[in-house]
């Protein structure tokens, strides 16, 4: 294919950026006696590796799960273990039992860098190539820029390779299942989903969009021949893959259980850290944590999460198409990151990826979502020492998406995909249009009110009687932000008239 010269390219400067910011500090770096995420992923490789499989999610001397207990899916603990093996291998004072707890050194940053990046080599980053490889109606150099602006995201970067995580391994498979439902692979396509779900469990983000497009798929095919068939086969997928995943913890009930509520721990709250969503956006007028009981903010957020999300899901079951189905993803998933309990401020990732993927289609509001998601993170990404990093890779990326896409001469109805919906208000209000020089002027505000804060976070120090003010005015712009963007996603999905056969396809 003539795009392979210039993708490897992409790719390569992908891996660079990626590279140059693991050289940066990382999440707990010299801050005992809890450190941070770069020690939780380092003991529990000493967990996984150390202790019977029947150990790793309970309570005991050699497992205090109040010091970064494991609380992810079964296949984050074989992941762990995975890496713990080649660690002993080369170091086995990396992952000793107990008396490697808060090890630092350069060599085992390099080792744990060096699993990250192999990781996003093996999953993540082939699954992006190909997806803009069969990117449909799209020049090549439109393939290209996806491609590069896609590994670009600064996002990602500043969490997997800088705070520490392995989100390229979830968000890998959740793209390698929209590559399987998008060209038919419909199997594959549920088994990358049910591996991301087993990865980490925040992948339920992703569950309501594909499950009702698949299950749409089926009810068009009918549910007396291919479609009945259909939905046998996505259903063994799924058991097959959770019970070979989850059969070390399912030989007791009191096991699974226990694994369950180290996924779901309901007791911490609403929310934890400040993040940007609805709820702790809230709590600064009325404190709901302290007024509302744990059961009523629980029965609270479920309701407000289910209205949310409903309309596109609906939507999506009657009407399924790749478009919807793409526009799905993003608007559950940020009903999810909105009004769901105790949501991390490192989950609008999961909001992130679909919004990477139709970047091309909608590339002024991706572009600025993106831009906002990122920021979102800012008191995390500060606490870590990643100011520097942060600011360089946002601009890169910035400069990227707007070089490769011109966002800024695409804000007509058209190219915002809105043309349905005004020729629906102009029946109401004659006249009416999408107000793209507004919408313009908006994101410039948006920016220089990001930039200031930004500057403020880095470089003064917050009143005394309000220690909090700088994270605390970051969630509340981005909870702005975002709510604003689920109205717009959510009418790209209800004023989007046209069926799967008749549609652009851009899969």
Not at 137 to 152: G, H, Q
Not at 200 to 215: A, D, I, R, W
Request: proline share 5%; hydrophobic share 50%.
């Amino acid at each position: 294919m003539k795009e392979w010269p210039s993708m490897t390219v992409a790719v390569l400067v992908g891996l660079t950026v990626r590279w140059a910011v693991s050289l940066n500090s990382y999440s707990g770096a010299g801050k005992p006696p809890m450190f941070g995420d770069y020690e939780a992923q380092r003991h529990w490789q000493e967990i996984t590796f150390n202790l019977p499989v029947k150990q790793w999610y309970f309570n005991s001397s050699d497992n205090n799960l109040q010091y970064w207990g494991l609380d992810y899916p079964p296949l984050t603990a074989y992941h762990s273990l995975l890496c713990a093996y080649v660690a002993e291998f080369i170091n086995p004072d990396w992952i000793a039992l107990h008396t490697s707890r808060g090890y630092e050194s350069d060599q085992h940053k390099l080792f744990m860098r060096s699993t990250v990046l192999i990781a996003d080599l093996m999953i993540y980053v082939p699954a992006v190539v190909l997806y803009c490889c069969y990117l449909k109606e799209t020049s090549t150099k439109k393939k290209i820029a996806s491609a590069f602006c896609i590994l670009l995201y600064p996002g990602l970067l500043l969490i997997d390779y800088g705070h520490f995580q392995y989100n390229c391994v979830s968000l890998g498979f959740a793209l390698w299942a929209v590559l399987g439902v998008s060209h038919d692979w419909d199997v594959p396509g549920s088994l990358a989903f049910c591996l991301a779900i087993n990865y980490k469990q925040m992948e339920l983000y992703h569950s309501l969009p594909f499950f009702c497009f698949l299950l749409g798929k089926c009810l068009k095919k009918g549910l007396k021949g291919k479609g009945l068939l259909l939905l046998i086969k996505l259903m063994a997928t799924v058991v097959a893959t959770f019970a070979l995943c989850w059969l070390p913890f399912c030989t007791q009930g009191e096991q699974t259980l226990q694994v369950l509520r180290r996924l779901f721990p309901v007791g911490r709250g609403i929310f934890e850290d400040k993040v940007a969503n609805f709820w702790c956006s809230l709590n600064v007028l009325l404190k709901i944590k302290s007024r509302l009981s744990s059961h009523t903010q629980l029965m609270l957020s479920f309701a407000l999460t289910l209205l949310s999300l409903l309309p596109a899901c609906v939507k999506l079951t009657l009407q399924p198409s790749l478009r919807r189905f793409r526009h799905s993803l993003v608007a559950c998933a940020l009903s999810f990151f909105l009004f769901s309990f105790q949501v991390h401020e490192k989950s609008i990732l999961l909001v992130s990826l679909p919004v990477c993927l139709i970047l091309n289609e909608v590339p002024f509001m991706s572009t600025w979502f993106l831009i906002v998601s990122t920021f979102s993170m800012l008191p995390l990404l500060l606490k870590d020492q990643l100011a520097l990093a942060s600011v360089v890779t946002t601009l890169g990326f910035s400069v990227a998406c707007v070089a490769s896409f011109l966002i800024f001469e695409n804000v007509s109805e058209e190219e915002l995909q809105l043309k349905a919906f005004s020729m629906y208000v102009r029946r109401h209000v004659p006249g009416f249009k999408i107000p793209a020089k507004m919408l313009k002027t908006w994101f410039a505000v948006s920016m220089m009110t990001m930039s200031l804060l930004s500057l403020g976070s880095i470089t003064m120090e917050p009143p005394r009687r309000l220690p909090d003010l700088f994270p605390v005015l970051v969630c509340l712009v981005s909870c702005l932000h975002f709510l604003f963007f689920l109205i717009y996603f959510n009418v790209l999905i209800l004023w989007d008239h046209r069926n799967g056969r008749n549609q652009k396809k851009v899969s």
